[in-house]
C-alpha cells in the first residue's frame, strides 16, 4: 500500500477542512439578485408596454383629430384671420406705445414733485427765509409777536383767537411768571408790569 494510512480517514479529513459555508451563501446571493433582476427587468418590461398601448391610442386620436382639421380647413378663412390678427397687433403695438410715452411724461411728472416735495419739506412749515420776512412784514401781528419773543415774552391764545395770557421769562434771574390778561385793564399798566418783570 502506497499511503500509510487509511484513503478514507484521509478523504474524511480533507473534507472537514473544507470551509463550503461563506461560498454556499454567496451563491445563495447571488441567485436572490438574479431572482430581483427579474422581477424588475419584468416589471420595467410591463410599464414600457404600458406607455407604449397608450402612446399608440394617444397617436392614433392625434391623426384622426390632424385629418379632420385638414379636411375641414379653408385657406380663406385663413388668410382672413391672419390680416385680422396683424391689424389686431399693430392696434396693441400703438397702445402700448402710446402708454410707454404716457407712463414716460408721469414719471417725469413724479420726478418734479417729489423734488418739490423735498424742497417743501426743507423749508418748512413757515416756508423759506424770503417768505416769512415778506409774511413778517406784511402781518403786524407776527412782527409784534417776534418783538416779543425777543424780549423773552411768549404770548398765547385761547380757542377764539384772543391773546390772554403771557409767560415772561428772566434769563438773568432764573425766573418765569404767567400773567392772565385782562382787557378791563390798561395796556399801559402791562407795559409796566412786564418791563418791571424783566
Known sequence: MLLDEDPATLIHHTTTNFNIHPDRTAISRIHESLSTLSQARCLRLHEAESSLRKLSRNLSTLST?????????????????IV??????????????DLEIEGERLEAELEGRKDR????????????????????VEDPVVLKLKVYRSLGIDVEADKSGTYNK????????????????????????????FWRTM
Do not use: C, M, W
Open 166 to 193: 403771557a409767560v415772561i421769562r428772566n434769563n438773568a434771574k432764573g425766573d418765569v411768571h404767567v400773567v392772565s390778561i385782562d382787557p378791563k385793564s390798561s395796556r399801559f399798566f402791562y407795559a409796566n408790569y
Open 117 to 136: 416735495l423735498r424742497e417743501l419739506e426743507a423749508q418748512g412749515v413757515e416756508g423759506d427765509e424770503g417768505v416769512r420776512l415778506r409774511r413778517e
Open 65 to 81: 383629430h390632424h385629418a379632420e382639421t385638414v379636411s375641414a380647413h379653408s385657406s380663406e378663412s385663413h388668410a382672413t384671420n
Open 84 to 97: 385680422e390678427l396683424d391689424t389686431a397687433k399693430f392696434r396693441i403695438a400703438k397702445a402700448a406705445s
